[in-house]
């Protein structure tokens, strides 16, 4: 459908496919990374202790006590700190206050989809940089570009729905190249298993780190997203925010993040427990002639050389395994798996052995 009454360009968006989020019980939701533990009992104390402090009256503008808490976690000023409703409306906010010239944005060519949606929205164009012959970000292929061509630089660490990490180092020369234009790092998966940008970035005043509570926090259903990086920068981001919601986080989310940060021995235990689990089930995979990528995330990226991976998500998906496929050309046989309980992972491999004996 199109409308006469629409702005330029929004014909070109496309809805979110509601299919991902099916309201469906006894489905092995193994399709959008979230993590299969549930939020720390410390977390849902605080959450009832939120709801019941006053809903009437509106959140903390500047979520001060979660922005703390993020500073003292990661060695920074408060100034060195953004919070938004997840890391999707964070990157929003640094997409507007950061990209909007007249240079095309660098981006890996397979990433995380929205990178391209808001870049379409807000009018940047990009120029995409192909993953090499192994699906994994090169940064000899940045260097090679000039530097005074771009409005910046975003890559995903690790990349998304890949799930490969590069190293620290291989950041910070992309961040020596591009020291004119602000170079983002989402770090959305960081805390499976990659080295995060953080402890780069007193040195690096182009530097933007990119993190969320939906994975490794279990707080996917709050929607929070934090960026730490220079006070010029997050000053840039706190005007595209407080022009357009200066309200970023209700009560509960704010409370519910704070002491998520707290628990640092629940965190440890179900990262743990994801990344045991991710070896279990890439070991599980490759034994059945599945190609597995290196991950340092909690799901898996993985194609079989028999079958297509279209045709393998619907044969899951009919034995209520949901997981995660793109028609892009290069990855369209592969599935992007999550990790889930250790009874959902067991369904998974018996749902593909029940598939691959046909
Ligand atoms: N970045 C990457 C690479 C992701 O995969 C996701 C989640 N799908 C996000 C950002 C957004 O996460 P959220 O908005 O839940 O923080």
Redesign the pocket.
Known sequence: MESVFWSDGVAGLHPYVPGEQPQIANLVKLN??ENPFPPSAQVLAAIATAAQSGLQRYPDPQSSELVHALAVYHGLNAEQVFVGN????V?AHAFRALYVKQKPLLMPDIS?S?YGVYAALFGIPCQAVPLNSELVVDVNDYLAIDPNSVAGVVI?NPN?PTGVAISLADIERVLQHFGQVAVLI?E??VDFGAESACKLIEQYPNLLV?Q???KSRSL?GL?I?FVLGASELIDGLVRVKDSFNSYPLDKIAQAAAVAAFADQAYFEQCRDAVMSERAVVAAALEARGFKVLPSATNFVFASHPAYQGRDLLAALRERAVLVRQFEKPRIADFLRISIGTVAQNQALIAALDDILAQ
Do not use: I, K
């Not at 997840?86 to 409306?89: F, K, L, Y």
């Open positions: 959008t990374n997840g890391s999707d409306e990157l995380y929205f995903a998304a989402d959305a998966y990119v969320t509570l939906s996917a929607r997203g």
